[in-house]
């Protein structure tokens, strides 16, 4: 392999990390867990150096309110992961699992499911609506369950080597979360390359990893697609995760262009050691026809929004094809507040590489589909044979396909088209009203049951699956090498949970006040990862300082926050 860069570097870490594997497999579990506690601490010391690098990268300005993003789904997210962690291995310390005191649940299928929110009474107040549940494999019974929770660290001393982690561009707590899960629920210790993007990045990962980094357990490089096939193809590697798009996971397992093609098609991988991943996909937000009021239609409008163009629309879970009931008497006004919550949204650079090229494919591919601030909405489109259908745009496009029926033929409809038609597993969305939650009853579980997805979520977006910790994240399992659709494996899990299938989230239809007017008893108002919340600075940060150092105190600070948005 013909290099331009200094492969001393990478070779030196490896070497580092070789060494570091025999202390980290000395090293026992309490010490396992200060290290954690130590982490925890200085991610919330360096937070704010964290998300000024955030914004930087993304050129948001500091007062922006698309700022409260970068707190969220950054410091206030690794906070969060930490914590569990720490207390799973608290658990596993004192000889029991994590999962001891656990309620466990039924799932369809007769399947076990592991609540995951909410946690603790502070999850409760804060998330007041919410729910995630971890469901696990089929056959696969509670006793198990606990007994097999822990992974790796039930034996810390049997560590797996060096592994390679490639770390995403797009939202800055999934490179150091990536992290975290190879040392503790595989026990390798960890090279991680930053994706160039992150680079500004790099003191604050550095600084919140140093105690990880002293004893050898975890060093950190960067650079770019040399870099990386070094890396990864190098001899002291056993094991690689990345997180990013197919095209990039292919051209790493069979190699790049037409030989890499071949290779594919022969069965024959260029990379010699396994791989897990974290893809995207084409993403559906079901809804599912009702009764709405006009208040209904405005903050579910914002609400796909949202799904859609959070983080620019630069998320491997955003939304990117609607699924419309053709027979909904509401379909038009609905489709009305859509256009007005995708033109109304705050505008912001582009600040994704190739994003822009990706947009002009798109309006090539459906001419007339332009929308402000360079987003594309695509009405009306083919139910099969489309490119929106297959190709992860990856930037603020948004589809919408209509389907015939109402209630239940609807909603199998949707979940046949979802299954069948879409490219990628990692999250489905659904949308329905309490009344016809209650109307469809079991086949409302039957639906959720058959989609092929790592994470559904009813009511809410996919997207707080990846800020719970104890939730697991990543694609259906099933998917192979040659067919990697949203990859293989899971991350996050603080339970540290073996035989994980999915995550099922749940939320509340409408916003507080509203929903307490109505019947629903939850007290959470519109949630702050919604881009038309106009003090999701003020919230996130407020929620990352609570996170940090769990003082009650901020959370009246924090309610009084909320309300405003």
Not at 71 to 78: L, V, Y
Request: hydrophobic share 40%; net charge negative; charged share 20%.
């Amino acid at each position: 392999m013909s290099t331009t860069f200094d492969t001393a570097v990478i070779d030196n870490a490896l070497a580092d990390l070789t060494q570091g594997e025999k202390t980290w497999a000395a090293t026992d579990l309490r010490r396992r867990r200060e290290l954690l506690e130590e982490l925890h601490a200085l991610t919330a010391r360096h937070a704010e150096a964290w998300v000024a690098a955030a914004c930087t990268i993304k050129q948001l300005p500091a007062d922006s309110p698309l700022a409260g993003e970068e707190w969220m789904s950054g410091p206030m997210t690794m906070l969060g992961g930490a914590q569990a962690l720490a207390e799973s291995m608290a658990a596993l310390e004192r000889g029991a699992s994590p999962l001891d005191g656990v309620e466990f649940g039924t799932a369809p299928g007769g399947r076990v499911s592991v609540p995951a929110l909410p946690h603790s009474g502070y999850d409760k107040l804060l998330l007041n609506g919410f729910s995630a549940d971890v469901w696990l494999r089929p056959g696969v019974d509670a006793a198990t369950a606990r007994r097999k929770a822990g992974l790796a660290q039930l034996d810390p001393a049997a560590t797996g080597g060096v592994g390679a982690v490639l770390g995403a561009g797009n939202i800055m707590s999934i490179a150091p979360l990536d992290t975290l899960y190879e040392l503790y629920a595989n026990n390798r210790v960890v090279a991680l390359k930053l994706n160039p993007i992150t680079d500004p990045l790099l003191p604050v990962f550095q600084a919140i990893f140093a105690p990880f980094i002293a004893i050898g357990a975890v060093r950190i490089l960067t650079g770019g697609a040399p870099e990386g096939g070094y890396l990864v193809n190098h001899p002291q590697v056993a094991h690689v995760h990345m997180t990013g798009g197919a095209p990039t996971h292919d051209a790493i397992v069979w190699g790049p262009g037409e030989q890499g093609a071949q290779r594919k098609q022969t069965g024959e991988p260029a990379l010699d050691k396994p791989i897990t991943s974290e893809l995207g996909g084409v993403a559906p937000c079901i809804v599912v026809p009702g009764d709405w009021t006009a208040a209904d239609l405005k903050f579910q409008a914002e609400h796909v929004a949202t799904q859609r163009l959070h983080n620019g629309g630069y998320n491997c879970v955003a939304a990117q094809t609607v699924v419309l009931s053709a027979d909904w008497p509401l379909k038009e006004q609905f489709l009305t507040e859509l256009r007005s919550a995708i033109d109304n949204a705050p505008s912001r650079p582009a600040y994704y590489p190739g994003s822009g090229g990706r947009v002009e494919g798109a309006l090539a591919d459906y001419p007339g589909s332009e929308r402000a601030n360079g987003r594309v909405l695509v009405e009306n489109l083919p139910t099969s044979d489309t490119p929106l259908l297959r190709t992860e745009y990856f930037s603020p496009v948004l589809g919408v396909v209509e389907l015939a029926g109402t209630g239940n033929e609807f909603l199998r409809n949707a979940v046949d088209f979802a299954n069948e038609e879409l490219m990628g597993t990692l999250g489905a969305n659904i949308i329905a009203h309490p009344a016809t939650i209650k109307e469809l009853g079991g086949k409302l579980d039957s639906a959720i049951e058959d989609l092929r997805y790592g994470t559904v979520a009813l009511n809410s977006w996919t997207g707080l699956a990846f800020l719970t910790p104890r939730a697991s994240w990543g694609a259906f399992p099933g998917h192979a090498l040659d067919d990697i659709q949203s990859g293989i494996g899971v991350v996050h899990n603080a339970f540290l949970l073996d035989d994980v299938e999915r995550t099922v989230v749940r939320g509340p239809f409408r916003p507080a006040p509203r929903s307490i007017l109505r019947g629903e008893f939850t007290t959470t108002p519109k949630p702050p990862w919604f881009v038309s919340n106009k003090t999701g600075t003020a919230t996130g940060r407020k929620l990352t300082e609570f996170y940090g150092d769990g003082k009650p105190t901020r959370l009246l600070g924090i309610f009084a926050s909320a309300l405003r948005g």
